[in-house]
C-alpha cells in the first residue's frame, strides 16, 4: 500500500510538473500563431521611419519574458529593435468568459484565473482581477528597470517629447505604454482608479467582451450604455487625463461617450464595417463622430477586423478611415498577443509599409499612419 501511494505521488509530481512547465508556452504557442513567418524585406526608407508605433497588444498575458526574443508569439522587445518599432502600447486583459464570441458573452466565468494559476502567477493574480491587472502593469515597469536603458514606460507628455530626442541618437531605443482591456478589474470601485494611473495606465477600454458595471460591451448580454458610475468614471479619467477607448464597447456606449464626454478618445484596436461588415467593428457614423472629436483610430491586423489574411487587408481599411476623416486620424492597432492567429508578428511590419505605398498613400502620409500620429496625439493628450 506504501509502495503505492508512493508511486502514486511521483506520478503525481511529475504530471504537475510537466502541467505547469509546458501547459502555458502550448496555450500561448497554439493562441498566438502567425499566417506568415518572414524574414521580411524592408523598403530602402523603413529604417529611416522615424516613429512606428501600435495602439495595441496584449503580450504581458503570457508570462514570457519581454527582453529576451521569443519564438513564438508577436511582441517582444528584440523584436522590436528589429523592426525599427518605438512605441507599443501594452493593454491589460484581465478576465476572459469561456467560449468568447462578438455576439454575446456573459460575466458569469473566467478563463483568466485558470491561465495565472498554470502560468504560476501569485495567489493573488488566480481570483483577484485587479491583482492580475495591477501585476502585469509591474511587469512592465519591472522589464524596463532590467533592460539597461533599452526599454522605457512613458506616462507623460514630457517623458514621451525627451524619448523621441533620445531615440533619434538612438534607433535600439524602445519604449511601451500601459492601457487596460475593460474597466472590470476595478472591482467596481472609483478609488481604485487612482492605483492604475499610478501604475501608469494613461488609456482605458471601458468594456472587454462583457457588460459590466460602468458600461455596455459589444459583446454583452444587455449592450446597454454608460451607467451612472460609468459617468462619474469618465469623469475623472478626464480629471488624470486618461484617455478612453472605445474598442469592444456597444454602440449604445460609444454614443454616450462621444456626446457626453468632452475628454480625448481613441479606438485602440479594430476595423471598419465599410470595408469589413460586422459588430466588432466601426460604423461610418461612428468613424465620423471620432473625426469631429479629433480621435484616433487604430487598424487590427486579424481576420475579424479586416475580412482578410495580409496586410493588404489591413492597409485597405487604413484607406477608408483616412478618405472618411483624415490621414491623421488612423493608426496601428494590432491586437498582437491577443489569442488570435495574426498576420504577421511584429518583426513583419516592413509589409504594412508596401501595402500602403499600394493604396496610393505618399511617405510623410505613411510616416503618420505608421506612428506619427500616435505620437501626437498621446502629446496632446497625455497628462504633461
Ligand atoms: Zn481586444
Not at 493593454?91 to 476572459?96: D, H, L, N, R
Not at 500601459?178 to 472609483?190: F, I, V, W
Not at 471598419?272 to 467593428?281: I, L
Amino acid at each position: 500500500m506504501k509502495k503505492i501511494l508512493k508511486i502514486a505521488g511521483i506520478v503525481l509530481a511529475i504530471v504537475a510538473i510537466l502541467f505547469f512547465t509546458l501547459a502555458p508556452g502550448i496555450i500561448d504557442r497554439s493562441k498566438n500563431k502567425v499566417s506568415i513567418k518572414g524574414p521580411f524585406t524592408k523598403n530602402s526608407w523603413y529604417d529611416s521611419i522615424p516613429f512606428i508605433a501600435d495602439l495595441h497588444c496584449d503580450a504581458l498575458l503570457w508570462d514570457r519574458n519581454l527582453l529576451k526574443e521569443s519564438d513564438h508569439g508577436h511582441v517582444d522587445i528584440p523584436r522590436m529593435q528589429q523592426a525599427n518599432m518605438a512605441l507599443q502600447v501594452f493593454t491589460v486583459v484581465s478576465k476572459v468568459p469561456a467560449g468568447i464570441n462578438i455576439e454575446q458573452n456573459d460575466a458569469s466565468s473566467d478563463q483568466i484565473g485558470l491561465l495565472s494559476f498554470a502560468q504560476l502567477r501569485s495567489p493573488s493574480w488566480w481570483f483577484g482581477v485587479k491583482e492580475r491587472a495591477l501585476g502585469q502593469c509591474q511587469n512592465l515597469h519591472d522589464f524596463a528597470a532590467a533592460s539597461k536603458g533599452v526599454f522605457r514606460v512613458i506616462t507623460t507628455q514630457t517623458q514621451l517629447q525627451q524619448y523621441y530626442q533620445d531615440r533619434a541618437a538612438n534607433r535600439q531605443l524602445t519604449a511601451g505604454m500601459l492601457g487596460l482591456e475593460g474597466a472590470h478589474c476595478l472591482e467596481n470601485d472609483l478609488n481604485n482608479l487612482d492605483l492604475f494611473y499610478k501604475a501608469g495606465v494613461r488609456y482605458i477600454g471601458l468594456t472587454h467582451f462583457f457588460d459590466n458595471e460602468w458600461a455596455g460591451s459589444a459583446h454583452g448580454m444587455q449592450k446597454g450604455g454608460l451607467t451612472a458610475k460609468g459617468r462619474q468614471l469618465l469623469r475623472k479619467m478626464d480629471s488624470l487625463h486618461m484617455i478612453v477607448d472605445l474598442a469592444h464597447a456597444s454602440p449604445q456606449t460609444i454614443s454616450d461617450v462621444l456626446t457626453e464626454h468632452n475628454g480625448p478618445v481613441l479606438v485602440s484596436h479594430t476595423g471598419v464595417r465599410g470595408v469589413c461588415d460586422n459588430q466588432r467593428n466601426l460604423s461610418d457614423a461612428q468613424i465620423d463622430a471620432i473625426g469631429r472629436r479629433n480621435g484616433l483610430i487604430g487598424i487590427g491586423l486579424w481576420e475579424t477586423a479586416v475580412c482578410g489574411k495580409d496586410a493588404t487587408a489591413t492597409a485597405k481599411s487604413i484607406r477608408y478611415v483616412a478618405d472618411r476623416i483624415g490621414v491623421d486620424k488612423v493608426a496601428l492597432g494590432s491586437d498582437w498577443d491577443g489569442a488570435f492567429e495574426m498576420h504577421f508578428a511584429v518583426t513583419g511590419t516592413p509589409l504594412i509599409v508596401t501595402a500602403l505605398l499600394q493604396q496610393g498613400f505618399s511617405r510623410p502620409e505613411i510616416e503618420q499612419i505608421m506612428g506619427g500620429n500616435i505620437r501626437a496625439f498621446m502629446l496632446r493628450n497625455l497628462p504633461k
